[in-house]
């Protein structure tokens, strides 16, 4: 079983707790389900903010989800002049027998203009996805 690399961006429009934690938690969502990632199989997670973010660590909504045994990791964004500001971005480590080619990768909430190439998705019913979070947080609190 090889360890892959599946990238993942998103943004926030205020630097609010509540918000980096939720636009954080679809981000994941959809990387679990685009890519069918069971947490047992996840040897990593880093995250990253660029500087304008500071109101929570993005990696706690990794914890809510029930990734309580993951190794998780925040840190800053390099800052390049005219960069996608408000961004969070997550680069995880999954143990998989998938081949990179079959590895989907998700930018959402306008990071979708760092790799445009990769963002080709189908649309997502918030709804529908928040309700699926609402369920993981759930079953992590009764754990």
């Not at 990791?73 to 971005?89: A, D, H, M, Q, T």
């Not at 979708?112 to 918030?126: G, K």
Request: with cysteine.
């Amino acid at each position: 079983m090889a360890c892959r690399g599946v990238r993942g961006a998103t943004t926030v429009e205020r630097n609010e707790r509540e918000e980096i934690l939720t636009a954080t938690q679809q981000l994941l969502a959809l990387l679990i389900r685009h890519n069918s990632i069971e947490k047992e199989d996840v040897a990593s997670a880093t995250f990253t903010v660029t500087k304008d973010l500071d109101a929570e660590f993005p990696a706690l909504a990794a914890r809510q989800l029930g990734w309580l045994d993951v190794p998780l990791l925040c840190g800053y964004e390099i800052s390049v002049p005219g960069s996608l500001g408000n961004c969070i971005r997550v680069l995880l480590h999954w143990n998989t027998d998938k081949p990179q080619s079959e590895i989907h990768h998700v930018y959402a909430r306008g990071a979708e203009r760092l790799r445009p190439d990769l963002s080709n998705l189908p649309a997502v019913d918030l709804g529908e996805l928040d309700t699926w979070i609402n369920e993981q947080m759930q079953a992590t609190k009764d754990n």
